[in-house]
């Protein structure tokens, strides 16, 4: 019988549409599923007649691979990967690879990759972004974990992922142990960020300016064409022109109230554990909660007051207000999620590529856009690049947004319309540009308080200095913790 190039655990959607994909680009792929029911039913279905190999069992499964043996995990993060791979490592040699291609925590991805290792066996966590259709026909991919074992992965993960318009696979070697799936967690975290964006931009032109679906479909399509060209753009305009076989607008009937699967709130809680200004992806977490409280809201738009949307204004003009402040705050919700992945690598001692992230953002996955290929270009220029805001590029197109986005923000706020990502991406642009924030203050009141101590202007970085402000203090100070 002949072997499999590699093994996939878990036909769910994901599971099954990657399968397909492996074996329509020449591979052979076995397959596996705790419920065997499963198996029976995908191969007597969507996998009838191709080079697929459904197992009953793991041993099954393990026996009909190719050495070194490729097995990729498809299942529910937590506790369920750690039970497949505890399933899967009696049945493997040393050298063989197991892959978790879920959205798993990447704390958990580190601690994977040690067990894996000091058992002789080799680990990828990998992201895959792109959902159901990219998983069938291209998705983004970022892999990490042991590092030998990419050259046996790679030529899989690069003929089943998206590829850009120059024909570059939208997946390469992100970095050691967790670092692939730390990079899938920011990119979950920026769509977050962009998709709140967006949507502040519809509640603006729906609420402040009066405009039908119709209208804001238009408007979507035409900046589809220009710098704002990607995926989440080209959805929107396709959601706003979408109607039921009734002919209601679909957008108008969908409750107020979005869910989430909790990687937008990993990145947020890991930028506070790494001290990172995260602040964008914050507000857009946030955002969600509060829609959340439906019940809540509805109760206090009864008793709470504020102006009445009406714009008074040029709205032909405002609308293009409205996409340089968009694409403005995309600019500075990716220099913090690229500060993040800095910040982490450091961390971690990872060695990630940071234009060749975003050349695996650029297809296939969710957050992708033309865009992207600008971080490329400023990454190429500059490998160690601070931040996104300091590349010639971006700090230009900032400056020439610079007046509509304060037009936006500031219409916003006299008009009573909730744009918490973008007003909050504005003030970080100001923040970051300041050369002296009022944190000397807030150490002052730290140090009267709770004699945490501060450092002087006119004294080296790294002298401390406390200062009994009552005079009823005594000289000991309390130790400091700078993020």
């Known amino acids: ?37 499963k198996v029976d039913k995908f191969m007597q279905g969507r996998a009838k007649g191709r080079n697929i190999i459904g197992c009953h069992t793991v041993e099954e499964l393990v026996d009909s691979l190719k050495k070194p043996r490729r097995i990729m995990i498809m299942v529910k993060a937590g506790k369920p990967v750690d039970m497949v791979i505890e399933q899967i490592l009696p049945h493997l040699e040393d050298g063989d690879i197991i892959i978790d291609g879920g959205n798993s925590h990447f704390p958990d991805t580190i601690r994977r990759t040690e067990y894996a290792e000091s058992k002789g066996k080799l680990y990828i966590g990998t992201g895959v972004s792109g959902g159901e259709e990219g998983a069938l026909k291209g998705p983004s991919m970022m892999p990490g974990g042991s590092p030998p074992a990419w050259e046996h992965v790679k030529p899989i993960f690069q003929a089943i992922c998206a590829k850009t318009t120059d024909g570059d696979p939208c997946c390469d070697w992100v970095g050691e142990n967790g670092a692939g799936h730390f990079v899938k967690m920011t990119h979950n975290g920026i769509e977050y960020g962009d998709m ?12 402040g300016l009066g405009m039908t679906n119709q209208q804001m479909h238009d408007v979507f399509a035409d900046w589809n064409q220009g710098e704002l060209n990607s995926y989440l753009i080209e959805i929107t305009r396709d959601i706003l022109d979408y109607k039921d076989e009734e002919g209601n607008e679909v957008i108008d009937l969908i409750l107020d109230t979005a869910g989430q699967k909790g990687t937008g709130k990993w990145t947020a809680i890991e930028a506070l554990n790494l001290g990172q200004p995260l602040t964008l992806i914050g507000e857009a977490v946030f955002a969600r909660c509060l829609s959340a409280l439906k ?5 206090a738009s009864k008793v709470l007051t504020g102006p009445k949307p009406h714009f008074k204004g040029d709205k032909k003009a405002f609308i293009d207000d409205l996409r340089q402040a968009l694409y403005a705050s995309k600019i500075v919700s990716y220099a913090q999620g690229y500060q993040l992945m800095r910040a982490a690598a450091k961390e971690h001692n990872w060695n990630l590529n940071y234009g060749g992230v975003a050349l695996m953002w650029r297809g296939g996955c969710i ?35 610079q007046p509509a986005w304060r037009r936006v923000v500031k219409t916003a706020v006299e008009l009573g319309i909730p744009m918490p990502a973008m007003s909050c991406a504005l003030a970080f642009y100001d923040g970051y540009r300041s050369e002296r924030l009022p944190a000397n203050l807030l150490q002052a009141q730290r140090d009267y308080f709770g004699a945490h101590t501060y450092e002087r202007v006119d004294k080296p970085r790294g002298e401390f200095f406390h200062t009994n402000w009552t005079g009823r203090g005594g000289t000991t100070s309390a130790s400091t913790y700078i993020a």
């Open 367 to 401: 957050i992708r856009s033309v865009f992207l290929g600008k971080i490329k270009d400023a990454f190429d220029r500059n490998p160690n690049l601070d931040n996104l805001l300091l590349d010639p590029f971006f700090k230009d197109a900032v400056e020439k947004a």
């Open 295 to 299: 019940e809540e809201r509805v109760a």
């Open 1 to 37: 019988m002949e072997k499999a190039d590699i093994g996939l655990w878990g036909l769910a959607v994901m599971g099954e549409n990657l399968i397909l994909n492996m074996e329509s680009k020449g591979f052979t792929v076995a397959c596996f599923n705790r419920t065997v029911s």
């Open 196 to 207: 709140q964006m967006i949507c502040e931009t519809y509640q603006m032109m729906r609420q």
